[in-house]
């Protein structure tokens, strides 16, 4: 039980003159609901007093706890109910004498504690707030230890003023309520938490519910019943819906993609291909002397032709999908499209063969491979230094350093002459992690450190030319296949992509 932040454990006797002792806990074994008190927690209780409640109510103070010990086997308590002065005292005592409570129960807060195997705490540190005459004590051990029965020697008159029928009665029926409550309580979290409510006062699932716990656990082997009651289309067409305590929330995998995007010079175009005019050498200057005739030079000039290629698909889904799940399978359509198309384009832009698609960085053949390693299964640090000096300082210094994750892990240990790590974190929020001073981006199609691979790219990705023919598109057709209760959506992308100046890259390769 909780009242409160504080947390209830705990049972006793009492005399006639309302003297009470009994144990309020019982360090020999865990309580109802696995926690363990260590006797040191009561330290700090001992030799205070401390109110004595009825049912933990902090408007029934019925006595007071004056003695409060430490022993092996519990936490022993001893006061006196306030029979002389409070009506609800001498309720208490007269409930206490007959039998109808019998418990003690401890109200603390916890200040440290540690879980248990199995379940449960194990409580260390606690402030003692109060102990309460219950019924049913959190712990069974907990109990009255010591009650005087009434004397007999005591005038039958004394005895007979007082009728203890009624309140004997009305304890017990607070007995049967209360365990009756507390069946019914652990009944209930022992249950799945599924249709409750009036409608379903059995808690008991539906057919659908039982038929799609069905699916979750076994797939298309669930069974005909199982999937006949699930299924509003065919499995490729629309698939199955939870039901509709799920149906508002979907459980998606990360999708991850190379952000060369952001890195690289993007333009638009309304054109299918872009043609950029290039210089591919400059003037031949000559030193002459004073009537030395002039030579004449040009620079050569060239081409560089960037198609637009195209990128789509298309699902279908059933109307009743649609419907049943209120727009929101429309949306994670639409998401998972745009997650598809943003990987694909992620890894043309590296890995691309430049037919039908963009020609990828590390497949356009101009891009030269500047370092080659020692080792075909390591990179040392100078040869890191090493590619990152073979570009002149004008790239260099706009450069970005791109690796796949495995890459990246391998070379964060990396240190140069003086122990210092090549690989530096970000100091400030939003800034990239940074190797020899220049950003790090992680590129997830890039290769992994092997034989002939090439896990290492540097240089300035203003050179890799990115052009949008159109963005991602997305048509609904409703009509298609409208007879088959079915919706198409429809996914386009035109996008192209080159390397525009190989001068500003440079890649490492394994040996």
């Known amino acids: ?51 004595a409640l009825f049912a933990h109510d902090q408007s029934q103070v019925v006595g007071v706890f004056d003695s409060i010990v430490v022993e092996a086997d519990g936490l022993k308590v001893k006061g006196r109910l306030l029979v002389d002065t409070v009506e ?44 309460s005459i219950v019924a049913i004590p959190a712990h069974p051990g907990a109990r009255i230890t010591s009650q005087k029965e009434l004397e007999m020697s005591a005038p039958a008159e004394k005895i007979e003023n007082k009728d203890f029928s009624a309140e004997l009665k009305a304890a017990n029926d607070n007995i049967v309520a209360l365990t009756k409550r507390l069946e019914t309580a652990e009944t209930e979290l022992a249950r799945p938490n599924i249709n409750r409510g009036a409608a379903n006062d059995n808690h008991e699932p539906t057919a659908e519910q039982k038929a ?25 067409a629309g698939g199955y819906l939870a039901p509709a305590e799920f149906s508002s929330e979907f459980v998606r995998n990360l999708v991850q993609y190379s952000q060369i995007r952001a890195i690289a010079s993007v333009r638009s175009t ?13 003037t031949n200057a000559l030193w002459k002397g004073e009537t030395q005739a002039q030579t004449g030079s040009e620079p050569a000039f060239g081409q ?37 198309f943003g990987q694909k384009e992620g890894q043309a832009f590296l890995t691309g063969s430049g037919s039908i698609m963009p020609m990828g960085l590390l497949k356009d053949p101009n891009v030269v491979t500047g370092v080659t390693t020692a080792s ?52 400030v929020a939003g800034q990239p992690e940074t190797i020899l001073g220049r950003p790090v981006v992680e590129l997830i199609e890039m290769d ?24 991602m598109s997305i048509l609904t057709n409703p009509y298609l296949l409208a007879t088959n209760g079915i919706t198409r959506f429809h996914a386009t992308r035109r996008v192209g992509g080159a390397v525009l100046q190989p001068a500003k890259f440079s890649k490492l390769k394994n040996a």
């Open 376 to 427: 075909a299964t390591a990179i040392a640090a100078d040869e890191l230094i090493s590619l990152f000096y073979s570009l002149p300082a004008t790239y260099r210094n706009a450069g970005h350093w791109g690796m796949n994750t495995s890459t990246l892990a391998a070379i964060r240990r990396l240190k140069d002459g003086q122990g210092n790590f090549l690989w530096q974190p970000a100091f």
């Open 1 to 51: 039980m909780h009242l409160d932040r504080i947390e209830v454990k705990a049972s006793f006797t009492a005399d006639d003159t309302g003297a009470i002792e009994g144990v309020a806990w019982d360090f020999s074994s865990p309580d109802r609901v696995g926690d363990i008190i260590e006797p040191a927690a009561f330290a700090g209780a001992v030799g205070k007093s401390i109110p």
């Open 304 to 340: 560089a032709e960037i198609p637009v290629n195209e990128l789509n698909t298309f699902v279908d889904i059933s109307n009743q999908l649609l419907a049943d799940s209120a727009g929101v399978a429309e949306a994670e359509v639409r998401l998972a499209l745009a997650e598809d």
């Open 448 to 471: 992994s450190i092997a034989t002939g691979k090439t896990p290492v790219i540097f240089g300035d990705f203003s050179g890799y030319r990115i052009v949008d023919r159109i963005a």
């Open 270 to 282: 309304g054109s299918p291909s872009v043609i950029y005019p290039a210089r591919t050498s400059v």
């Open 88 to 131: 609800r005292a001498r309720e208490v005592r007269s409930m206490i004498q007959v039998k109808a409570v019998q418990g003690l129960s401890i109200g603390f807060m916890t200040r440290k504690a540690a879980p248990r195997k199995g379940g449960g705490r194990t409580i260390q540190e606690l402030d003692l707030l109060e102990t």
């Open 212 to 236: 799609f716990g069905a699916y979750l656990r076994h797939g298309k082997e669930a069974g005909a019943e199982e999937l006949k009651t699930l299924t509003v289309s065919s499995d490729p």
